[in-house]
């Protein structure tokens, strides 16, 4: 075998798997989250901060266990027409009696979904169901985060209509991993009341569909321009050596994209935990200084386990974003 032939095996063997906004990038938002919450909130919240950034990850896992999950992640907004794709409704007895329910599934229902959690968090603060707002609140934010993912408002989710196979883990793993930390502002100011969550999502939605052409544009270009054997390196992530973008090319990226995934990062913390707040509101207000610890019964440990064994199975069901 040719040392070009052993690194190309090498390279598909050690690519992983892309997690929408990634796992890093979904754990932080959650975290970070928690800080925008008002002072009748925070308490409750602060003590299971953990609990609300491991969590985040489930939903992209239950892709792994049932292909409805898919749908609930993004929507193929350019599937119907062009900026601000005018012909399709915004709420969903409408859109469903244009273009069908299977039509709408195929493309993605981000937006409406959010809503339906929405609704199941508030009833969880209504009836004071503490282990059941966490795992709702954990899940909710991770709907939430994907809006605000360009390439999750587009059909060419993954570049693989322009040649651009893996730009989708490039833009939403790759940059917050390698920048987050030592250069994002996250002081972003405090949680805001949601009086029209349905316009406030489609808002969030369309924003990342403008931005989507950019993502790839920006890319494509730099692309050209950046010597070719430079573009990817082996590095270190977690303990294993895989080919991934390289550090100069990730800079370079972000760079020209001047802090788009700085922005989309910020706006979700804010979006995260505005739907908290509003959630809570609409409830009522309910007091959460009463709730003691968490206990989560046989039946979320056993959900979780079978979420992790689907999960390290990497059989994905539905739409992956590789």
């Not at 985040?56 to 929507?75: G, L, N, W």
């Amino acid at each position: 075998m040719t040392r070009r032939s052993l690194l190309l095996l090498i390279s598909i063997l050690c690519v992983e798997p892309c997690f929408c906004w990634g796992f890093f990038a979904h754990r932080q938002i959650n975290y970070l989250a928690v800080f925008l919450l008002p002072p009748e909130m925070i308490g409750f919240y602060k003590k299971n901060q953990q609990f609300l950034a491991d969590h985040a990850v489930d939903p992209d896992k239950r892709r792994y266990a049932i292909s409805e999950e898919a749908s609930r992640h993004f929507i193929d907004l350019d599937r119907y027409g062009r900026y601000p794709f005018d012909s399709l409704p915004h709420h969903w007895d409408e859109a469903v009696k244009r273009y069908s329910q299977d039509s709408l599934l195929r493309h993605g229902i981000v937006p409406w979904w959010i809503q339906i959690m929405l609704s199941r968090l508030t009833k969880a603060f209504r009836e004071k169901d503490a282990a059941r707002i966490l795992k709702l609140s954990a899940d909710m934010g991770h709907y939430i985060s994907d809006a605000h993912v360009p390439l999750h408002a587009s059909s060419n989710h993954n570049g693989q209509h322009t040649g651009q196979h893996g730009i989708h883990g490039f833009w939403e793993s790759r940059i917050p991993e390698s920048f987050a930390a030592a250069s994002f502002d996250f002081v972003i100011g405090k949680a805001v009341y949601i009086d029209k969550p349905l316009s406030y999502t489609w808002d969030r939605v369309l924003e990342s569909a403008a931005s989507s052409d950019t993502v790839l544009r920006v890319e494509k270009h730099l692309s050209e321009v950046f010597p070719s054997d430079m573009r990817y390196a082996f590095e270190d992530r977690n303990g294993l050596i895989v080919r991934q973008y390289s550090s100069h090319y990730t800079g370079e990226y972000h760079l020209k994209l001047n802090g788009m995934v700085e922005r989309r990062m910020r706006q979700s913390i804010f979006s995260v935990s505005s739907f908290w707040y509003t959630a809570w509101v609409n409830a009522g207000q309910p007091d959460l200084r009463q709730f003691g610890t968490v206990a989560f019964d046989s039946a979320d440990r056993a959900e979780w386990d079978s979420l992790n064994r689907h999960w390290r199975a990497a059989k994905i069901r539905g739409r992956d974003c590789e």
